[in-house]
């Protein structure tokens, strides 16, 4: 969805370096998400906020933090990446109201390859 | 947390043909959605149910709720090669996504 961006796209890293990934969306959602994404383990959620002033652990958040710079901007950080953090990083946004609950709109995805 | 678990995971499915894939929450859910993912792209929301037992239909998909709104079920007619990729349901109460059910279409 152009409305919800990612990047980079793709990255690939070395053991031990920080790096962030940033999503910006343009939709206007208070509610911004990040998930994984490994081959057989769907997605998985690692942090998500539902406000400004708002974050919260998912599933997997060890490992990452975020910062929620503005409505708009959410970034994922990896303060020391490992290779199991090798994966297909996404990146959603939901709005409280309308007429589907929570509908997630995905970004196009990250793909990060540590060595 | 909340776990919701598709089955089966993978399928093959011959072009023409119908399948049929579930997905099972261990708790109720006030709402499940599904989501398609096409191969080298991201998900894209389909549909959400909400009522006990409810069924909606768009075109060739058609998508259950159970009434106990612990189950729900996506059966596709007639399948085309544009079928192909992986449908994720998703209990969103609890931010809860399933691990997939990969759709793989044999011409």
């Known amino acids: 969805d152009a409305d919800v961006t990612q990047t980079p796209r793709n990255r690939i890293t070395k053991t031990g370096k920080r790096i962030m990934l940033e999503c910006s969306q343009t939709?206007?959602?208070?509610?911004m998400y990040w998930y994984r994404q490994d081959p057989g383990l769907g997605l998985r959620l690692i942090y998500y906020?539902?406000?400004?002033?708002?974050?919260n652990k998912g599933e997997i958040s060890d490992g990452y933090s975020v910062s929620r710079q503005a409505q708009a901007k959410f970034s994922l950080s990896l303060e020391s990446a490992i290779p199991n953090q090798t994966a297909l990083y996404f990146c959603?946004?939901?709005?409280?109201?309308?007429?589907?609950?929570?509908?997630?709109?995905f970004g196009p995805g990250t793909r990060l390859t540590v060595l | 947390g909340q776990q919701v678990m598709q089955i089966p995971q993978y399928q093959h499915v011959q072009e023409g043909e119908d399948f049929t894939t579930y997905c099972n929450s261990s708790?109720?859910?006030?709402?499940i959605q599904w989501y398609k993912q096409r191969p080298g792209g991201h998900p894209v929301f389909l549909i959400q149910?909400?009522?006990?037992?409810e069924v909606k239909k768009q075109k060739r998909l058609t998508f259950q709720f159970g009434e106990a709104k612990k189950n729900s079920s996506l059966h596709i007619t007639a399948t085309q090669t544009t079928d192909v990729g992986t449908y994720f349901c998703?209990?969103?109460?609890?931010?809860?996504f399933g691990k997939g059910n990969q759709v793989v279409v044999i011409p």
């Open positions: 959603a946004t939901s709005d409280f109201g309308g007429t589907n609950y929570n509908e997630q709109f």
């Open positions: 939709k206007g959602h208070d509610r």
């Open positions: 906020s539902f406000d400004v002033k708002d974050i």
């Open positions: 708790t109720t859910l006030s709402n």
């Open positions: 149910l909400v009522k006990s037992g």
């Open positions: 998703a209990g969103l109460n609890r931010l809860a």
